[in-house]
Each structure stands twice: as C-alpha cells, then as structure tokens.
C-alpha cells in the first residue's frame, strides 16, 4: 500500500484523488489545501487540512498547484527527503526545493470539470532525480490503470507544446468551423463525426499518411473557391498558413 | 426495393457500393467505370459496364466521380428524367444536366481505402431539385444507417470548406505536432488519448466551451517560452496565428 498526500485542489489534483481512492494499493492521507473550502466536501472521507506544518508521514506527496507556485510552496514543506513530485507539463523538476527527493508525475490529457476522467486514457509522464524512486511512481500509474513514460524535463516540455497544438489549436479549429457553418444556419452537428473519424484515424495511421483534401491534392481550384467563401480575413489567413504548411509537408 | 446504379469506381463509389449491398431495401442494379479493371473484382456480385449507353433502368444513378467530369458525364448519360445524383461537396446541384432529375448525396466523412466504414457515422447531405424526390434519397440514407440532413448547394459548400479545418487542417496539426515530438524522440502514442479526448470533448460540449490553455488563460510567460521551444519559423507563425485566434475568439 502506498500512501500518498495531495498538496492543491484544481482539475487535476481533484481527478487523481478520486482515481487514487478507487485503487486498492493506494491510500490518500491527507489533501491539503490553502483554502479549506474547496476540499471539506472530502472531509468524510480523508483527513483534510490547510497548513503545511500539519502534513502527515507518507510515501509522496503530490502537489498538483500552480507553476509558480511550486518552488515556494515546496520549500515551505516541513520535512526534507522524502519523496514530492509535481505534475505540472512545463515546471523543471528542479523546481522543487533540493532539500526533498524531487519526481514529476505529468498527466498528459485534458481533464473536464464534473466528468469523471478513465486513467486508461491518460498517459502519466513520469521522471526523478533519485533513480530509486521511479518505481514508486510506476506503481501509482500501473494502480490507477495509466500507462507511464520515462520522460526528462526537457522532453515534457516539448509535449506540453506538442499538447497546444492537438488539444488548444485543434479546438480553435473547430471552434472556426462552428462560426462558418453557424452563419449559413447549419448544425454544427453534421460536422462531429468527421471531427472524432479524424482523431481516430491517427490512432492507428501516421497524420503524414492520414492527409487529404486539396493542399495535398494540390487542387488549387478548390483553394481559390475556399478563400473565396470565406468573409472572415483572420479565417482567411489561417487557411492560407495551414494549406501552405500542408503543402510543405507533402513536398510541392 | 430501390434500384441504384453507381458510376465511379474511387474511394466513395466503394464504400457506397459495399453499405448498399448490406441492405435488402437497396438493389445495386448495376456498376459504371470507365476503366473496367477497377471494378472487375466485383463482377460475380453485380453487373459492371464500361458504357454509358448500356446503363439499364434504375430508381436512382449516384454518380461519385471528380468535379470536374460531373457535367461531361451527365449530358452524355442516354436517358432523360430519371433522377441522377452527385456525391460532391464542392459541386453544384446544377452542374447535373438539366434533361435529368437533379439532386445530390453527398457523405460528410473520410474514407480510408481498405477499412470499412460503418453509416451510422456518415452524415449524409441531401438535395433535390424536385420536392418530390427528396424521399427516395431520404430512403436511402436509413437503409444504410445514416442520418440525413437536407443541405442547400451554398450550405453545403461551407460544409465542405469547414470540413478542410476540422479533417484537413487539424491534421496538419497532429502532424507538427508529430515533428515536433519526433525531434526530442517521444513516443506519438503519448499525443493519441489527448487527441481522441480533444475530438469527444466537443461531441456534447460546444468548442467555444472545451477551450483551455495559455492563450485563453493569457499566460503570456508559457506562451513566450512556447515560442522560443519552436525551432521551425513556420511552426511558430502557426503558434502565434492560432494564439491571437483563441484570444480574438474569447475576447482578449
């Protein structure tokens, strides 16, 4: 059994609590949070508390907190050398206050508020300094049913902008969609099983391979009719980059 | 029992061929290609031609072939008033020659050559220049487990074009993002549930809603590091194009 403190009380530390109490190999102690409030409908089910100097013995804690909240928040820990990870995308593992053994635990997906997350889906990128205490972490995701990756500071950063591109640009893409059909009155509906299709093509098939339409095709008819319909010039501008990114891609 | 002949042997032909055979209330009664050999493997299951003028009697032809032979082909089909359909999304209702009864079927979806493509996720766009043939084609969309949406030509030209943003473009996406990751030697398998969550997300909750990141947070430190990661120019005229969109988008 492993135990484990959470440290911060947003999206993430909220879906791992409750992914963690559903495990039988792990155990929460505690879940410390600087406002109370957001937490004490727990307080039936875990010990709850909002001062550092509180926190109990366990075999990490986890503080899932806001970036520039980590160093401060990690050196006012009340105890040196044990294990205390992050799960921030972008924040160094040297963030953390050296007094500690210092991990990441980075959950690479997109957490809904309310929806409750399957841990299948999310890949935990894991990294210490200590080598010994990568297995602790192991453990955790393996317990949670998460595949894990060994990934080094660097390399997570680059999945935190690799992230923007295929959660935050792709949602703005269709979010543009959603304005170009809404203006001629169509349901926006028509367009989401394309949207999953598209998604689910590259589950198994490269994006290189995947491509279609008329960037690659290289129809520049179709191009020019596009550029036509569309009325909004940022809209326009978009479709200009991305064809011309596809074309460079696709070597014409 | 509604009698179809298809003319066409690409991507679409095929897949439509193979739901309208599953049916017992569709008969493909016969098959045009020009080029014999594409089709000659479905020979002992239906009828093929290489002839126009050999085409027999039907409820309906579905002509899923290029744009650009949509017009040639239906002024030399040798028959008048029957109802003739196109599977384009770009191409007018009236490009179909007029001694015909017009109307178009066109799937809003991406076929991958080779795998099946199960109807239930193809939305069909339809339309008829005759009010009265509008339900045949409604017929044949439930018989193949479609829904049906009736499209206008302009409305469905902007579907066409919304379609390049959520398929074409968001691919683009998973592909620069494939790049970037390659560069620092990430597994792509990491990207893949954040994508598949990314497309369901918006399923049931509008894009404008599912927005996260820096650029609707405005966390100017994340975005300027973003940028100075990217080491391809055209990448970051991506980033930043995609970052002042979500920020026009809500508001900033």
Redesign the interface.
């Known amino acids: 059994m492993i135990s484990i403190c959470i440290i911060g009380a947003g999206n993430v530390a909220t879906h791992l609590y409750k992914a963690f109490t559903q495990s039988n190999q792990l155990q929460v102690k505690q879940w410390y949070n600087r406002d109370l409030s957001k937490i004490s409908t727990y307080k039936n089910e875990v010990a709850i508390t909002n001062t550092l100097d509180d926190l109990v013995e366990a075999d990490v804690y986890l503080m899932a907190i806001s970036d520039d909240a980590i160093k401060q928040v990690s050196s006012n820990l009340p105890f040196e050398n044990r294990l205390v990870v992050h799960t921030s995308g972008?924040a160094g593992i040297h963030d953390l206050d050296k007094k500690l053994r210092r991990g990441v635990f980075y959950p690479?997906?997109?957490f809904?508020k309310g929806v409750d997350m399957d841990f299948k889906?999310?890949?935990i990128?894991i990294e210490t300094i200590d080598k010994q205490d990568i297995d602790i972490l192991k453990t955790i995701t393996e317990a949670i049913g998460s595949k894990w990756?060994r990934?080094n500071t660097?390399?997570r950063?680059?999945?935190?902008?690799?992230?923007?591109?295929?959660?935050?640009?792709?949602?703005?893409?269709?979010?543009?969609?959603?304005e170009?059909?809404d203006?001629?009155?169509?349901?926006?509906?028509?367009?989401?099983?394309?949207?999953?299709?598209?998604?689910?093509?590259?589950?198994t098939?490269?994006?290189?391979m995947?491509?279609?339409?008329?960037?690659?095709r290289h129809d520049k008819k179709?191009i020019k009719?596009?550029l036509k319909?569309?009325e909004n010039s940022?809209h326009k501008?978009?479709?200009e980059?991305?064809t011309?990114?596809?074309k460079?891609?696709h070597g014409r």
Not at 157 to 178: D, G, K, P
Not at 192 to 201: G, Q, R, V
């Open positions: 972008s690479l997906q997109t809904s889906q999310v890949p990128c990756y990934i660097e390399q950063q680059t999945l935190h902008l690799s992230a923007v591109f295929v959660n935050n640009f792709t949602n703005q893409l269709y979010r543009i969609a959603h170009i059909s203006a001629k009155s169509i349901d926006f509906d028509i367009l989401k099983p394309l949207i999953m299709e598209t998604a689910k093509k590259v589950q098939v490269s994006p290189y995947a491509q279609t339409g008329p960037a690659v179709t009719r596009h319909q569309l940022k501008d978009i479709y980059l991305l011309a990114s596809i460079n891609t």
